[in-house]
């Protein structure tokens, strides 16, 4: 595998459901990210991970959870979402080392639907 | 607080066309800019990347260039085909913040 990868690709999940949505860098990155894509809105950050450790967090609900285990893994944990969650989710990776040079890349994404 | 726009939103051209793709932001003070094209439901995938000390950067067929002065990027697209249709965005990197991306220009290349 090369890129950033994410799993699922597809998800459709019930309001009172739990599961996670998993981001794999094979970059040697140091810095993650998740974003959410909804229609017709830009692309906003939620949460930002460098070196493992959660840097900026842009008041997100707390239905939404983060983890960062090692520098190369991102997972988006997701409990009793609501229907208007229902967006495309985005993980990118940066190097991370140098906050001039910190070109972006983008995994597939996973397409959610909350019914 | 730094904000991204777009313009035009959505471009309809005829295969061959040379285009210009427009992204304007308030603050100045940047790091970098990044392009990058997205395909329906996909992911977003890295065109160019301008430091804030360079004025323009090429990759192929695009060319991008930076006026920080003037809070204005331009993607210039030659020859364009239809498998350039897609979503353009633009993401400029404030000091102090993380990326801020613009609401995209929606690119059509007819045949």
């Known amino acids: 595998e090369t890129g950033v990868t994410q799993t699922p690709r597809h998800l459709v999940m019930g309001m009172t459901n739990k599961k996670s949505l998993k981001c794999e860098q094979h970059l040697g990155h140091n810095a993650m990210y998740w974003y959410k894509q909804s229609a017709k809105k830009p692309l906003e950050l939620m949460f930002v991970y460098s070196l493992e450790e959660r840097v900026e967090n842009n008041s997100v609900p707390s239905r939404f959870s983060p983890e960062c285990p090692n520098s190369s893994h991102l997972f988006l944990h997701l409990h009793t979402l609501q229907p208007e969650d229902s967006a495309l989710y985005l993980c990118?990776?940066?190097?991370?080392?140098?906050?001039?040079?910190?070109?972006?890349?983008f995994g597939p994404g996973t397409r959610l639907t909350v019914l | 607080k730094q904000e991204v726009t777009q313009i035009p939103a959505a471009l309809s051209v005829p295969e061959g066309e040379n285009l210009v793709l427009n992204c304007s932001f308030t603050d100045s003070a940047i790091y970098n800019l990044q392009w990058f094209r997205q395909d329906p439901g996909k992911g977003l995938t890295s065109l160019l990347l301008i430091q804030s000390s360079q004025r323009e950067q090429t990759s192929g067929r695009l060319n991008a260039s930076l006026d920080k002065s003037s809070g204005r990027s331009t993607l210039y697209i030659a020859a364009s085909q239809p498998g350039d249709s897609a979503t353009y965005l633009c993401?400029?990197?404030?000091?102090?913040?993380?990326?801020?991306f613009g609401p995209g220009t929606r690119l059509s290349v007819l045949p």
């Open positions: 990118a990776s940066s190097p991370g080392n140098s906050i001039s040079y910190n070109e972006q890349f």
């Open positions: 993401a400029v990197r404030p000091r102090g913040q993380n990326f801020v």
